[in-house]
């Protein structure tokens, strides 16, 4: 009965799959899909390496300060950060005084109503807070960019698809527009033309727009491509903090389970050594 | 247990030999993963997949009970309180990735272990009541992955639990107040969410539960081998402890290796990257897709686009998805071929490795995909294959194929001389 129900069962879902597969292969030939404009100017990330990168990677401190550095002076204008604390910084290598100071420039709003004037106030923002938004909320966020949200950066290189590399080759992809571009994939209004974004053309003009932007203390030239390169880098810190810690417990658990494990297959190849052996008088 | 030259268990110690007066449950381990439990002697690396399955589990449930201490199952706060634990919680990144990753690695043990079974025959009689329960383990495990998917709720978590709920839609009647029962309302959003980590903690242990009949079911007639001849003297077997616990013991090493390299080095690549954005019912990511280890259901899901009379494509595809794991607890009277092993099956062993097998890799392959041209196609034509192959080519096969000569024993096959019976 079972094989009976079964191939009854078995019949109709082969049949059926092979009819839908000859209507779908039928529209397929008569009708080829077409492939989406976006499919045919979209690029792929640029080539682009980071001293994090691959198992042996750490951090390059000078760099996440220069990279921190152009996130407070060009992207938090509009992009927050929430998911980092002022004194996370201290693992770019800045000591406890310069957090101080740096968050006390960042002033923080607070719940209460300023009695004179009925205006939220704000105060300093410690060490311990968390990096404030640059907008009260998404509606204003939204009307201040054109109705796009900019999204919080602090997962940013861990949230698209092509990681830091994609964030460093959208910094620097921005072009105008190729002329063949079908009309209906030009940039609209308060939208601007870049091949690496999925669909495009985004919201955010390109924000590193020219060389020396920002002046960097170390002596670094700050070339549009360098400040891309550095933010990049103060990306992947800020949404993997963990990374180095993460490195180095890796080399030590592998080189303890390496140990381990040759200990154990020798005592394997000893337990199994009569029962083997019975086998290669087999073979002999 | 199982076989009369089985080693029994005598308590070395007064407080061994108390205990055993109160409680055998030193005796009941002994019996089941020591020394009393005598194993075919032949038993080959695909055999070690069960118990590193079950180790994957203790890692789940280790990692899974810490970060039930730092997580909020609350749908504001959820995706922040994993946050949490990757950047505030003392090596909770660790626990974290471990987690995520383990997952991967317990389906990966698992997957072996089942397409081992399906190989050696190893769900034929006498053991048919062993792969109901390992079927049954297996829909636990992915209620239990699907579900703590959702947990940090991400993107994908979000919009994974909206098509996966959404699919009961398509059942007539029930389907909807099912779906509403699932969610407890209308959409995912909290509600769904707290019972969804209420039943992640829950569904693990009775897993567990499970793991314990799926053991003991084995225990009846001892477990198969790759000859799938039965044991028939004591020759034949080797007490598994320490035969082996010593050879699971150097492959869980190896399989723990290549999960640190995962865990340590690349434990996003398994991931998928939405998950790191906060989900937002008012955006839809651009392809929608689940873990990898549920890739080939969602392309049979996806094969069906076309109505077969009255029944819509997205019911057919419902159907069929489930129908393509339950066809598994049928499987011991489709095959009715009284040779186990594939070994000895010529024909059977040509459609399982040029016809299954790459079956249903198309369908891992395309169910990961977008879901356009030529994928779907793909898709339909790896289904058809699916479905005839266990529900229409096993079963004549059975009745067809001429088998290849069995050894006389596992001894004879291993050593080349005869078991002497009596030895
Ligand atoms: C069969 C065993 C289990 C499997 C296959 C499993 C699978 C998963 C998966 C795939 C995730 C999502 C991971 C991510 O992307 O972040 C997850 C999250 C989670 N699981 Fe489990 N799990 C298991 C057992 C458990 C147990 C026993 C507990 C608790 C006692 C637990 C607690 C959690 C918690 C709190 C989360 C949310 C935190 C996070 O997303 O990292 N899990 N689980």
């Known amino acids: ?284 | 247990m199982s076989f009369p030259w089985a080693k029994h268990y005598t308590p070395s110690t007064e407080f061994g030999q108390w205990m055993d007066e109160k409680l055998p449950l030193p005796r009941f381990v002994y019996n089941s993963l020591g020394a009393g439990y005598p194993a075919p002697r032949n038993l080959n690396y695909m055999w070690n997949f069960g118990s590193l399955a079950g180790i994957f589990l203790v890692v789940q449930i280790v990692t899974g009970i810490i970060l039930a201490m730092h997580y909020a199952a609350n749908a504001d706060i959820a995706f922040d309180s994993v946050e949490h634990i990757m950047r505030d919680v003392n090596s909770g990144w660790m626990f974290r990735y471990a987690h995520a990753n383990g997952a991967s690695f317990f389906f990966m043990a698992i997957y072996l272990h089942i397409g081992r079974g399906l190989y050696y025959g190893s769900y034929k009689a006498p053991r048919e009541m062993i792969w109901l329960l390992g079927v049954v383990i297996y829909l636990l495990a992915m209620a239990t992955a699907f579900m703590g998917y959702v947990l940090p709720w991400g993107q994908m978590s979000f919009w994974g639990a909206k098509v996966i709920t959404g699919l009961f839609e398509a059942i007539p009647l029930v389907g909807t107040p099912i779906q509403e029962l699932l969610l407890g309302g209308f959409a995912p959003d909290n509600a769904a969410l707290n019972r969804f980590f209420s039943l992640h903690y829950l569904l693990p242990f009775m897993i567990v539960g499970v793991i314990i009949l799926h053991i003991w079911a084995l225990h009846i007639p001892g477990s198969n081998n790759p000859t799938g001849v039965d044991v028939k003297g004591p020759q034949d077997t080797v007490p598994f402890h320490p035969y082996y616990t010593a050879k699971d013991g150097w492959t869980l090493g190896l399989a723990l290796i290549f999960f640190s390299i995962m865990l340590f080095f690349m434990p996003n690549f398994l991931g998928h990257a939405e998950n790191y954005i906060p989900a937002n019912p008012l955006s839809t990511p651009a392809n929608i897709v689940p873990e990898w280890y549920f890739w080939p259901w969602y392309a049979i899901l996806r094969a069906f686009t076309v109505d077969f009379l009255f029944i819509p494509a997205k019911l057919l595809g419902v159907l069929a998805m489930f129908s393509a794991i339950l066809v598994w607890f049928f499987l011991p009277w489709l095959d009715k071929s009284p040779v186990r092993s594939g070994g000895y099956r010529p024909l059977f062993k040509k459609f399982f490795w040029f016809g299954l097998i790459p079956c249903i890799a198309v369908l891992g392959y395309c169910g990961g995909a977008h879901a356009e041209e030529p994928f779907v196609m793909m898709s339909q034509i790896a289904t058809a294959y699916y479905f005839a192959h266990f529900l229409i080519i096993l079963p004549l096969l059975s009745s067809f194929e001429k088998p290849e000569p069995l050894p006389n024993s596992i001894t004879e096959a291993v050593t080349g001389k005869p078991l002497e019976q009596a030895s």
């Open chain 1, 1 to 284: 009965m079972v094989r009976i129900f079964g191939m009854l069962i078995g019949l109709f879902f082969t049949g059926w799959m092979l009819v839908t597969f000859v209507l779908g292969a039928n529209e397929y030939v008569t009708n080829p899909p077409v492939k989406a404009v976006e499919y045919q100017f979209h690029l792929e990330p640029k080539e682009a390496s980071f001293k994090s990168d691959g198992p042996l990677g750490k951090f390059d401190r000078q760099q996440l300060q220069r990279g921190f550095q152009v996130y407070k002076e060009v992207c938090a204008a509009c992009h927050s950060l929430r998911l980092v604390a002022f004194r996370n910084l201290e693992e770019l290598g800045y000591n406890e005084d310069e957090v101080k100071a740096i968050a006390a420039n960042w002033p923080i709003p607070t719940p209460d109503i300023d009695p004179a004037t009925g205006e939220m106030s704000s105060r300093p923002s410690l060490a311990a807070d968390k990096f404030p938004k640059p907008f009260a909320n998404d509606v204003a966020a939204g009307a201040a960019n054109n109705n796009a949200i900019p999204p919080d950066l602090s997962l940013i290189t861990k949230a698209r698809h092509g990681g830091a590399p994609y964030i460093y080759s959208l910094l620097t992809g921005y072009q105008d527009p190729p002329a063949e571009l079908p009309e209906s994939s030009r940039p609209g209004p308060g939208l601007h033309y870049n091949p690496y974004f999925p669909n495009l053309n985004l919201a955010m003009a390109s924000p590193i727009a020219g060389d020396d932007m920002v002046s960097y203390s170390d002596g670094t030239a700050a070339t549009v491509d360098q400040m891309a390169m550095d933010v990049s880098a103060f990306l992947i810190w800020s949404a993997e903090p963990k990374l180095e810690e993460r490195h180095q417990l890796g080399w030590a658990v592998i080189g303890f389970l390496l140990i381990a494990t040759i200990l154990a297959y020798l005592s394997f190849r000893t337990i199994w050594a009569d029962v083997k052996a019975e086998k290669k008088k087999k073979e002999a």
